[in-house]
């Protein structure tokens, strides 16, 4: 069976490594936009269409995909687009506790299944200095709320599953994969 990672993230990549050996890592260009407002439907919708055009391309394969948000008080926290949206979701984030969501889609057989976990971070109370030190030395702008638990001492504690916070829920999908295999 050919397995497909619908994601270029490095952090993904090296998650799903622990459960296949080999696998193929082929992202979709896909606008990650949505007009849904609760931070579980967000990233099941993203991950779904980041399977994108795949299944009709691999039908015989298994494809996984998926998104990952971060969401405090309503707000829904993607990846920051510039240094200064960066900047604010540090602000807001800062010394807070929120809640990380990662849907994933997996195709398998003809069948499209879509499942999220969900983990609630606290960050640390950062000061302008720090938060600007992070920006400069760990690349925010490729991470759901700018922050990755995996770069710097930035969390102060956290509830869940460490890999769903940082893209991929492991655990779960393994348990997922166990149903759909």
Do not use: W
């Not at 919708?45 to 971060?70: E, N």
């Not at 976990?117 to 920006?135: A, F, G, M, R």
């Not at 922050?147 to 991929?168: A, M, P």
């Amino acid at each position: 069976m050919d397995i497909i990672l619908a994601s270029n993230s490095p952090r993904r990549k090296q998650l799903l490594g622990e459960i296949f050996d080999n696998f193929a890592v082929l992202p979709q260009n896909v606008e990650e936009k949505c007009d849904l407002k609760r931070g579980y439907a967000v990233c099941r919708y993203l991950a779904a269409i980041k399977l994108a055009t795949l299944p009709a391309q691999y039908p015989h394969s298994l494809i996984i995909s998926a998104d990952t948000v971060v969401c405090k008080s309503g707000m829904i926290y993607g990846k920051p687009k510039d240094q200064a949206e960066a900047k604010l979701f540090l602000d807001e984030l800062s010394g807070q506790r929120h809640t990380v969501y990662t849907g994933v889609a997996i195709y398998y057989n003809g069948k499209t299944h879509i499942f999220y976990d969900k983990s609630t971070v606290k960050l640390k109370k950062l000061s302008e200095k720090e938060k600007l030190d992070y920006i400069k030395n760990f690349a925010p702008f490729d991470k759901a709320g700018g922050y990755g638990i995996q770069d710097s001492e930035v969390v102060e504690s956290y509830d869940g599953s460490y890999s769903n916070i940082v893209g991929l829920p492991i655990e779960k999908l393994r348990e997922e994969l166990t149903k759909i295999i």
